[in-house]
């Protein structure tokens, strides 16, 4: 904290965030003159929690187990990093239609419009990495 007032920050509010299994995470805030009253704090902290939950939601692990295939996550990790089928299917030693084919696949597994909605969801629920 005593660092923080080298660039103005002054006055500081640390909340700790405790789950099931007991301290989990904190929320720091720093400011030149912090406005914090007996009826403002109570309201940060419960927004802390409710922020901190859905974080926990967002980037924890999927509740299902990966419908796609090992071939499929590879085809759409190639996708996220901008290759076309043709690449794709270079780099993997098969054809174009053998990729296409597996895009397919996952845009009908994850109920997906096209490639790029089906690559967008497969990051969004995990399923895939880049």
Same mark, same amino acid.
């Given at each position: 904290?005593?660092?923080? #007032?080298?660039?103005?920050?002054?006055?500081?509010?640390?909340?700790?965030?405790?789950?099931? *299994?007991?301290? =989990? +995470?904190?929320? $720091?805030? %720093?400011?030149?003159?912090?406005?914090?009253?007996?009826?403002?704090?109570?309201?940060?902290? @419960?927004?802390?929690?409710?922020?901190? =939950?859905?974080?926990?939601? &967002?980037?924890?692990?999927?509740?299902?187990? *990966?419908?796609?295939?090992?071939?499929?996550?590879? +085809?759409?990790?190639?996708?996220?990093? %901008?290759?076309? #089928?043709?690449?794709?299917?270079?780099?993997? %030693?098969?054809?174009?239609?053998?990729?296409?084919?597996?895009?397919?696949? +996952?845009?009908?597994?994850? $109920? +997906?419009? *096209?490639?790029?909605?089906? &690559?967008?969801? #497969? @990051?969004?629920?995990?399923?895939?990495?880049?």
């Amino acid at each position: 904290m005593h660092g923080a #007032a080298d660039f103005g920050m002054r006055q500081g509010y640390c909340l700790p965030i405790h789950g099931l *299994n007991g301290f =989990e +995470a904190y929320l $720091s805030m %720093g400011g030149a003159d912090l406005d914090l009253t007996l009826q403002t704090k109570p309201a940060i902290h @419960l927004m802390a929690m409710y922020a901190f =939950e859905r974080a926990r939601l &967002v980037l924890g692990p999927s509740p299902r187990p *990966n419908p796609l295939t090992a071939r499929e996550r590879e +085809a759409l990790r190639w996708a996220a990093l %901008g290759k076309s #089928a043709a690449d794709t299917g270079e780099i993997l %030693g098969v054809t174009e239609r053998t990729i296409t084919a597996h895009i397919g696949s +996952a845009c009908a597994k994850l $109920s +997906a419009a *096209n490639k790029t909605h089906a &690559v967008a969801r #497969a @990051l969004q629920h995990r399923l895939i990495e880049i």
